[in-house]
């Protein structure tokens, strides 16, 4: 069969793929015999489409999931998506709107109907697209936050945790989205500088003259003030405190108080209270029994307790109220000011501070389990500066905001009693209607009697139940599935929702199973532009990943996510990494084309030894990189296990060993090599394969003839085994005198097929053994000879201590020589000075593996022995001067 010249992903991609989905490849069940390997997805937004942070995030999950598939464990990839309450409702009014529906004229059934239309038709794009990119998701598995089953679960906890008395209701100031006209978590509210105004307003003091100046960025809650504050030990301020002053727009007589909280430095040292609009105010209110009057409607505009500007929005208010102030005489002046605005992360709108009737959930005492073993490492957080992060958060946990005013999303189980703002809580509403005629003694109840909570929960609410619901670990805690694939391996998802969802898995974990949802928890990093700036469409600097994956195909994508994406840290991505990883695929592919198109005499032996010594050689470094792999995998150094790949496919197997295998030109290699060079071949495969499954799938089933189930992706992985450390030690030294050859040939224009006579002087010949056979075949070295001397008119170079050099025909320019000699001291002295710092960092000796530090010290030797040399040699060359 005649090999394609180019490698052609897209087919490969959707051939495989589909292969691989036929034959259940991905499919998981309990299995005694097996340990299991359990990852759940981050479920993405149902409203949502693949962007590079799925793409990074899902990559790594699927290397880890495929890795752990060939090393035997039962591996179980869960995938499944969010309902995203307020994206998702916001998406469906925006269709509604462009119908020509409006959301307030449908009653919620209704509603609801367009909604889950919606979600039909709409939510498994995203599922779709991680397909493309090889995600080995248990398909069969998926899995939606509102499901049936998965609802009943988060209804079910609400119940649980409102019997044990960790959930209330009550009046709080809560973040008020007015655009989606609902309450949102402070994780849910992001901060951006802007430039605004400060006002400076004029509040006359009640029954006598003069006034106190109040700064304020607000001047439209000025409706709402109940107070003036000064601190206690303001001086200038103390003689007002006990009096009163005339709130400006509505004549409001309002105390003057005293409070610590008041920053002295601040505007002028006076603040107004408006206890329904501001966190601290009403912090303030409560210690001072303070009225509180909310001045806005739920869409953000003035309602008629404010007195003035009814129906107006906010926003207009606000200019209208300083007009008004400046018309009064009480604007005294108004100054530019920067200040942070908090920001709905879903909607946009400016974040209003709103006392509501909400929900709860007490975080203090839940919360201590999902701390104390995060404190201890029984969960490992990777990297582990994320670690002082969590723990701030769950020292001293606000209790969670878990009611949204929505409709999309799990209706809150609280039915109230007619008539009264009495309730009750349960799972189902006949079982409400139980407890109603329980608590009333009314036998005569009806469902109809019944009024069900209009708000439901955060979505958040849902997923923090996701390890476990995903396997109905909620409503039936002793299934099969959840014993045995829970606790789950290790999370992979954003450092930016280690509040929103990380810490209140683990949490749930401890609450409902009695341990940890997952041992260990990878944070990967934000992918941002080369310029820093995070990847959006505002700002065009996010490329579409189906594009890339077209242009140049998943393996390609999934290497050039993963060159430079250490945990934790952002990624800065470039197009140039998925090219690079594009090139990696056509040098695998590039590779096979060789090997597959050489003649094999068959029952042929090696002849000249060279062969069997690159076979060994090759041998030893798989090995070698097989426990570095290992190493890297257990630290989730996932970046460096690809480079680590990288390297021993197109350096070590392209570059040194195909070269040193190649049979002459038109001659047959013999079988023993080939068949060797075979069994290599599928071997990188095997390891290469969680990075790049699509063409080490292709490339398995062409090296030998294979059936169609025989899939890579079920073969076993490679495991270490003894390898020569002497080989690889050897011919590290024989690479180095080639490469300085094929240097000196490349400086000196002398063609590679120019025999070549080679003197050395060397401490130990027994050092290069049996590599020397490499040395002659790939430096074309036909005449050798050992030496006690220097030889002249001859090039030479160093390989540590020994001393090589290459007898030419033509005239050698010495002080050429001095100067290339000057810049490779120059080069060695500067890579000195890096390796001693890291011997010299007491955190790297302690903690990285005892071969890695053996060899950073062998480096150091090696460059002051051959500084040595070099020096000793340019004493030489100036004396011929």
Known sequence: ?????????????????????????????????????TIVIPPPNVTGVLHMGHMLNNTIQDVLVRKARMQGYEACWVPGTDHASIATEAKVVAKLKEQGIDKNNLSRDEFMTHAWEWKEKHGGIILEQLKKLGAS?????????????????????????????KIYRGVRMVNWDPQAKTAVSDEEVVYKEEQSKLYFVNYKIAGEKGHVTIATTRPETILGDTAVCVNPNDTRFQHLIGKQVVVPLVNRVVP??????????????????????????YEIGIRHHLESIDIFNDNGTIHARGGMFVGEDRFKARKLAAKQLEADGLLEKVEDYRNKIGLSERTNAAIEPKLS??????????????LENVLNDNIRLVP???????????????????SRQLWWGQRIPAYYLPNSNEFVVAETAQEALELAKEKTGNNNLSLEDL???????????????????????????????????????????????????????????????????????????????????????????????????????????????LFSSPAGNDLLFDVKLCEQGRNFANKIWNAFRLVKGWTVANGVAPENGSDEVAIDWMEARINQALVELEDHFAKYRISDALMTIYKLIWSDFCSWYLEAIKPDFEQ?????????????????????????????????????????????????????????????????????VITNIRNIRQQKQISPKEPLKVFARLENIEDYHPATKLVWKLANISDFDLVNEKVENTLSFHV?????????????DHQKEIGIIEEEIKYLQGFLVSVNKKLGNERFVQSAPAQVVELERKKHDDAEKRISALQEKLTDLNAML
Not at 698 to 724: G, S, T, V
Request: proline share 6%; with cysteine; glycine share 4%.
């Open 800 to 812: 540590g201590a020994d001393e090589w050099f290459l007898a030419l025909d033509q005239e050698i």
């Open 256 to 281: 003057v108080i005293a409070d610590e909280y008041v920053d002295m430095e601040f505007g002028t040292g006076c603040l107004k209270i408006t206890p329904a609009h501001d966190i601290n105010d």
């Open 451 to 561: 009024r069900q909570d209009e708000d439901v929960l955060d979505t958040w609410f849902s997923s923090w139940l996701w390890p476990i619901s995903v396997f109905d670990g909620i409503r039936y805690p002793d299934n099969d599935d959840i014993n045995y694939y829970y606790p789950t391996s290790v999370l992979v998802t954003g450092h930016d929702i280690i509040f929103f969802w990380v810490a209140r898995m683990i949490i749930s974990g401890y609450e409902y199973r009695h341990e940890m949802p997952f041992k260990d928890v990878y944070f990967t990093g934000m992918v941002r532009d080369s310029q820093r700036r995070k990847m959006s469409k505002q700002l065009g600097n996010s490329p579409d990943p189906l594009d890339l994956i077209k242009e140049y195909g998943a393996d390609g994508v999934r290497t050039g996510m």
């Open 384 to 402: 582990p500066k994320f670690k002082n992060t969590y723990n701030h958060w769950l020292e001293n946990p606000k209790d969670w905001c878990i």
């Open 1 to 37: 069969m005649e090999l394609a010249r180019k490698y052609n992903p897209r087919e490969v991609e959707d051939k495989w793929f589909a292969v691989w989905m036929k034959n259940k490849y991905f499919s998981s069940r309990p299995n005694p015999d097996k340990k299991p390997f």
């Open 668 to 736: 047959p290699i013999d079988s023993y090599t080939f068949e060797k060079t075979i069994a290599l071949f599928e071997k990188l495969m095997q390891i290469a394969h969680p990075f790049m499954p699509f063409i080490t799938e292709e490339i398995w089933h062409m090296l030998k003839d294979r059936d169609e189930k025989d899939c890579i992706m079920i073969a076993n992985y490679p495991e270490p085994h003894a390898f020569d450390t002497d080989i690889l030690a050897r011919m590290d030294k024989a690479m180095e």
């Open 357 to 370: 009737m909400q929900w709860f959930l007490e975080m203090k005492e839940i919360s201590k389990p999902a």
């Open 137 to 165: 998701c248990d398909w069969d598995r998926t899995k939606f936050t509102m499901d049936e089953a998965l609802s009943e679960s988060v209804i079910k906890v609400f119940v649980d945790l409102y019997q044990k008395g």
